[in-house]
Every structure is written in C-alpha cells, then in structure tokens.
C-alpha cells in the first residue's frame, strides 16, 4: 500500500511561518506529481501548490509569493514552506501524490489523511 503522511501543521500568528513535509511510502516506481490541497471551514477544497516531476511548480493566486513548494526525490518528500501567513490560510492541508506503483503500470491519485493549520491571534 502506499502512504501519504503529513506533518508541520499547528498554530501560528498571523504574519508567521509553518513548513509542512509530507512522506510517500510503499512499493513506488514513479511519482509524476506531489503537491497541496487545503480545505476550510464552509469552503471547497482547493489546490494550493503543485510540483510535477519535471520541477515545474503550480500556485493558488492567493498564496503566489507567501508560500513555497519543493520536494526531495531521494526522499520521496514533498515541502510547503509557508510565510507571511494570513488568517484566511486556516485549513486542514492535504498532501497530494499522482504516481504509480510498482506492481501495476497504472497512474493513480493519493491523498495524506491532512494536517490542520490554524492561522489566529
């Protein structure tokens, strides 16, 4: 089976700092793209940072400039080093893989189990 497992989520004032790590673990041959998704309260979930395989990056229009996402192929291990953090950035982050296992040549989606952030004074 494979595993997306987060961490880095907690609290922070507004104007702070939180890096998140999120994990993929298992039998994987190839991960085409790793990235974030958040979901707050009352709110669809939304995709907040991509990086494809390629080293291409994607970006929310509201976090372009505040947050940062890299990965660690070595490690299978994806990064959002977010700044200049805002109220409005409260969400439960979920990681996101786009890869394929080695046992089956097929390209499938997984989701981490989330970590929440809270962004308040």
């Known amino acids: 089976q494979v595993q997306l497992v987060e961490s880095g989520g907690g609290s922070v004032q507004p104007g702070g700092s939180l890096r998140l790590s999120c994990t993929a673990s298992g039998s994987i041959f190839s991960i085409n793209a790793m990235g974030w998704h958040r979901q707050a309260p009352g709110k669809e979930r939304e995709s907040v940072a991509i990086?494809?395989?390629?080293?291409?990056?994607n970006y929310a229009d509201s976090v372009k400039g505040r947050f940062t996402i890299s990965g660690d192929n070595a490690k299978n291990t994806v990064y959002l080093q977010m700044n200049s953090l805002k109220v409005e950035d409260t969400a439960v982050y979920y990681c996101y893989g786009k890869l394929m296992r080695s046992s089956l040549p097929v390209v499938k989606e997984y989701w981490g189990k989330g970590t929440p952030v809270t962004v308040s004074s």
């Open positions: 990086v494809t395989n390629g080293g291409s990056t």
